[in-house]
């Protein structure tokens, strides 16, 4: 009888222990929210087979062969209507002055307003493709813009970089770029 | 100084910037001539999510990108591809995330088999109880 008591004095507790437990749940979700960028699974795999027409009139546009030749570059995904893309201009450009090729893709955009946008914020970019259904977006696991992948001499996707590069970001993209170099 | 002038105008932006001038996808919006491939897109459309509004799924949103990924499903159903093809050519590309049609993989496996231990558990915990009142009375 007395350690069916004791039981039952145990189990009192039981329910405001859960009600804690959930209290802990809610605050931690509060404190340390949780990741909600989609990462690309496409890291170490091919770019997908795609060629897309000039974005403006003074650069190629862009395909997969582009990337092909042995040479390590970024693509940067952007687009003119994109706010952080124009925040991420200078360290793009401070990219290509330390020597990184970058192409472009641009997604949903007019050739106007990504030519205003080049003349206003810089034109770091060998070649800009046009995407205007986000096809290539979608083909290598790019969820937003900006977003800049690192990839190898030989067309494989190395490293993705979700969102817009700060300047303390700029000698790990290098690195990266260095790293798909091996 | 410069920061705050930037996370303020930010504040202001957001609206402008998640959007774009452009007319949607040939198919965003539009419904394939066969109703039978249409059924099939629609099936696959609702469980597949929006990237950018993570909660929806893309037949939900109206977020441009959501359309985009729309008229892709659409032009591939209407060529005659498999929906659970194009669904593992989207999680081949986005992990199991952009798919609301979990698979049973070893991350998830407890989610299916919880639910068998719970109910075994309670009717583990139902015969005793009942068996000890057969006893008391």
Redesign the interface.
Known sequence: MSEGQKASRWALWLPLAIFAGFIGLAVSGLLWPAD?N?????IGKPLPQFELPAAVPGRPGLSTADFTDGKPRLLNVF?S????CA?EAPQLSQLEAAGAEIHAVA????TE?VSLFLKRYGNPFTRIGKD????V?????S??VPETFVIDGSGIIRYQHIGDIRPEQVPMILEKLKEAQR | MRTLL?ALL?LF?VP??A????PP??YANRQIEDPALEAKAQELMETIRC??C?SQTISDSDA??AG??R??IRMRIATGEHPEVIRAW??????D??SYSPRITSLTWPLFALPVVLIALSLLLLRRRFRGKGDAS
Do not use: F, H, N
């Open positions: 909600r989609v990462a690309s699974t496409m687009a209507w994109c706010i952080p925040l997604i949903r955009d007019r307003d205007d259904i986000s096809a977006q979608l083909g290598i696991g969820s937003g | 930037i930010a932006a402008l910037a959007q774009d001038s452009l996808a040939p990237l950018k993570q441009p990108m985009d990924m008229s892709q989207l999680v081949e590309r986005y992990g995330y952009v």
